[in-house]
């Protein structure tokens, strides 16, 4: 069976305030991507964004974004998202940059890049908690987060049928 | 890119090969307008082909160089000239572009090169009657 | 580095091969005779002089006794496998003809070399209706849409009235009718040698269209080291001298384009060329008379001869299948200098193969 690759960009949006990030939702990202790679690569690149591009998963609360393009013209959209400046939901202009952590081949390396990455902000969080409460929080976080990692190690097939259902 | 043989067999000789190592192409084209008045000078003949490039390439396009080497105004033929990885895209663009000034109009790409010497000497020119 | 991020296929161009040669005349391993040789359909040659007003009296001579050359209109192709035409002009001396306003990327086109050897280069269609053994051509050979038909016609086996001769004559005329117009000329024997054929046929006979021009305040890149990584700014700059650019760009948002450094200026030049159907004996008396030339001037001075290849030919150098990708180039550059010593540059494009 021959596989359609694709490459997913973990994007992390960096918004002035955290309200912002509420109002985002993926189809106003995904207009925002295609119409910065319209601007830097024109016609040619927005025909590109035709063929398998998608916003995966957007969380709300974090501004994480998982875009997915075709593995043969990735690096040629990927090249305009720092132009990306601003995105428009509801009427409303919220100025955000985006910020890419990794680019991976599947939704599962990227998730578990995700999950380590996320942690590594936990723990960086950790010296900067003002009260024990704070700090117990934050370590039940670190916590909960190995807890699902060694759990999602277990169910690796589960995942990967997921995966191929994507295809 | 580049692959060179060298035989040192007496103190002149010497003999290299250089493959796909042309920095510039060239090329040789003419803008045919519906309308027979239309001259745009070199300037906006330049321009003209910077706004087709931005809307097929974008802004990346259009920052592409080139230069038009000579353009005659009488017969609307141009020799352009363009960094070899800029081709593809100067090339799709001027296929794409088909209006000027609201005139219908076409860039014919009479010739396309790696050497402007080539350009002078194209065979398919020859007039015998 | 930006030009990574963008796909590779928006970057890439087709191939071409340039090959820089240094050798001189005083050597007597010197290929260059050969090398002129070896390209048989030459369609322009043009010459710099620099510091020179006016064409010396030998050179015009040189110049104005190029061979002349013949049209023939709708020739059907197996006239010139006709006995008569062999025993009188192809087994007596060099006929070299190739067939005119064809395009190798979409016609039929049909070579006789020199050597007496037939080349038919046909779509798919033709090569089968015409029956006689034959290759795909090098640059397509996985779909095999073109096909290319190389006869020996002096070998015994292609004798008149042998089999595998009366079968390509029995497939060109009855099978493949193939008729095209056909540039034709015979060394030594001119159009005699060719009468035969001349008179049957519409034709008409042409001179190489000579032409000059004289150039004043050139600026020139100073030619003392001419290494191969400086060969395309050289190329680009003789081509721009033929292709009449001007240097002082008044603008530099229309070109950027420099003369190479460094440089100096030409008080006057003389560029000629002698456009046609040529031989490369001419250019080889055109090589010699220059050469003449060059001894009888002063230290330091130089001179360049560009070569244009027929577009449209099946070969290039020697026996090398040639096509038309997007350019079809197959020229060469001989520079020249005072001491013998020269600089050759001869280059091709993506369907072509390294030039000798």
Redesign the interface.
Same mark, same amino acid.
């Given at each position: 069976m021959v596989r359609v690759k694709s490459r997913y960009l973990l994007c992390e949006i960096n918004v002035t305030e955290r309200k912002y990030l509420l109002q985002l939702d993926d189809r106003a990202v995904a207009a925002a991507v295609r119409e910065a790679? $319209? %601007?830097?690569? $024109?016609?040619? $690149?927005e025909a590109l964004c035709n063929i398998r591009f998608s916003v995966k998963y957007l969380n709300a609360h974090t501004g994480i974004v998982f875009l997915r393009f075709s593995k %043969?013209?990735y690096?040629?959209l990927?090249?305009a998202l720092p132009f990306l400046t601003c995105v428009k939901t509801r009427g409303q202009t919220i100025p955000c940059f985006l910020k890419c952590l990794h680019v991976g081949g599947t939704i599962q390396t990227c998730q578990k890049f995700l999950i380590k990455y996320n942690t590594q902000q936990l723990h960086r969080m950790l010296p900067n908690c003002k009260n024990e409460e704070e700090k117990e929080h934050v370590r039940k976080a670190i916590m909960n987060c190995s807890q699902a990692w060694g759990r999602k190690k277990d169910d690796d097939d589960e995942v990967r049928s997921e995966e191929d259902e994507e295809e | 890119m580049r692959n060179t043989d060298e035989k040192e067999e007496t103190s002149v000789y010497r003999r290299v090969v250089l493959k796909n190592s042309s920095p510039y192409h060239y090329m040789r084209v003419c803008l045919v307008v519906d309308d027979q008045r239309i001259r745009p000078s070199v300037v906006e003949l330049k321009n003209f082909i910077i706004t087709g490039l931005r809307t097929l390439h974008g802004q990346a396009g259009a920052a592409i160089n080139f230069d038009v080497l000579k353009y005659e105004e009488d017969s609307l033929t141009a020799i352009l000239r363009i960094y070899s990885r800029g081709l593809v895209k100067l090339w799709s663009s001027l296929t794409l572009i088909s209006s000027y000034e609201n005139h219908n109009c076409a860039f014919r790409v009479n010739q396309v090169s790696p050497y402007l010497l080539a350009l002078t000497g194209n065979s398919r020119d020859l007039q015998l009657d | 580095d930006a030009t990574q991020h963008r796909s590779e296929e928006l970057t890439q161009t087709p191939r071409h091969l340039l090959v820089c040669e240094r050798s001189s005349f005083q050597d007597e391993k010197n290929r260059l005779s050969t090398q002129v040789e070896m390209l048989h359909f030459n369609y322009k040659v043009s010459v710099l002089l620099p510091e020179c007003s006016s064409a010396p009296s030998q050179l015009d001579s040189v110049l104005n006794s190029f061979t002349s050359f013949y049209l023939i209109k709708n020739l059907p192709v197996h006239e010139l496998l006709d006995q008569h035409f062999l025993q009188t002009a192809v087994f007596q001396g060099c006929v070299y003809a190739l067939s005119y306003r064809t395009r190798i990327d979409e016609d039929n086109c049909v070579a006789l070399m020199p050597n007496g050897r037939l080349l038919l280069s046909l779509d798919k269609d033709s090569f089968e209706l015409l029956g006689f053994e034959g290759k795909p051509s090098r640059f397509n050979h996985r779909v095999k849409s073109r096909f290319v038909v190389s006869v020996d016609l002096t070998s015994s086996c292609m004798a008149p009235g042998g089999s595998g001769y009366l079968r390509l004559v029995s497939g060109l005329k009855s099978r493949l009718n193939l008729q095209m117009d056909f540039l034709l000329l015979h060394h030594p024997g001119g159009g005699a040698s060719l009468q035969s054929l001349l008179s049957r046929y519409a034709s008409s006979e042409h001179r190489p269209t000579i032409s000059q021009c004289r150039l004043s305040d050139l600026s020139c890149p100073v030619l003392e080291s001419c290494d191969p990584s400086d060969a395309h700014s050289l190329l680009e700059w003789l081509g721009a001298v033929d292709a009449d650019i001007s240097w002082d760009s008044s603008c530099d948002f229309v070109s950027t384009l420099v003369c190479p450094e460094p440089k100096m200026t030409l008080s006057s030049a003389l560029r000629v060329s002698v456009c046609g159907f040529l031989t490369p004996q001419d250019i080889q008396r055109l090589i010699s008379e220059l050469r003449c030339y060059l001894e009888q001037s002063r230290l330091g001075s130089w001179v360049s001869l560009t070569v244009h290849g027929f577009v449209d030919s099946p070969v290039s150098w020697g026996a090398n299948e040639h096509g038309v990708l997007k350019g079809g180039e197959n020229l060469y550059t001989l520079l020249m200098h005072h001491d013998g010593t020269y600089h050759l540059h001869l280059a091709t494009g993506a369907y072509d193969s390294c030039p000798p």
């Open positions: 790679v $319209g %601007r830097i690569h $024109g016609d040619y $690149g %043969r013209f690096k040629l990927w090249s | - | -």
